[in-house]
């Protein structure tokens, strides 16, 4: 008897994730960063949304596709605010909790996701940039490999 297998080959995304620290809204940064780097980040239709038993998530994300280079870029807020509602007793409270998407890099308010093939120069020459930009505190690449939940940067 012959047996036949399928072999299904796992794709991991190529991508690069840089993090950002800074005291700037959403917003503010996009506009900052489409001036810097040529590129024209713009709110998403829809935020980056977890939701659990008694709360729910919603990261911003503002993105971008380079048609040209075949890239794709992500700038992604790494924290949000959370409702959350209890019913002890007939009242209905709520509280505000801090939630992350990445909870190893809570010190990291953003992350830039750039999805494509490209060397490790790029990634360099972006942070480089990004640098530049006065109200940016720091900047650097992040080793994808190295998180925990990266599967939260895959959408």
Known sequence: ????????????????LIGIHTTLEDYKLAYLLNEKLGIKLSKSREDLEFEEISSQASFSI???VDKEYDYEYFLI?????????IKPNELLLSSELKT??????????FFIKISGSFNNNFTLQI??????????????????NSL???DFLTF
Not at 77 to 85: L, P, V, Y
């Open 148 to 150: 925990k939940s990266k």
């Open 62 to 64: 503002f993105d971008y």
């Open 77 to 85: 807020a790494n924290s949000a605010k959370i409702e959350t509602h």
């Open 100 to 109: 992350y998407l990445i909870s190893e890099k809570k010190k990291v308010d």
């Open 127 to 144: 942070v480089k940039k990004i640098k530049e930009i006065n109200t940016i505190i720091t900047s650097y690449s992040i080793d994808k």
């Open 1 to 16: 008897m012959q047996i036949h297998s399928l072999g299904l080959d796992v794709f991991e995304e190529e991508y690069s």
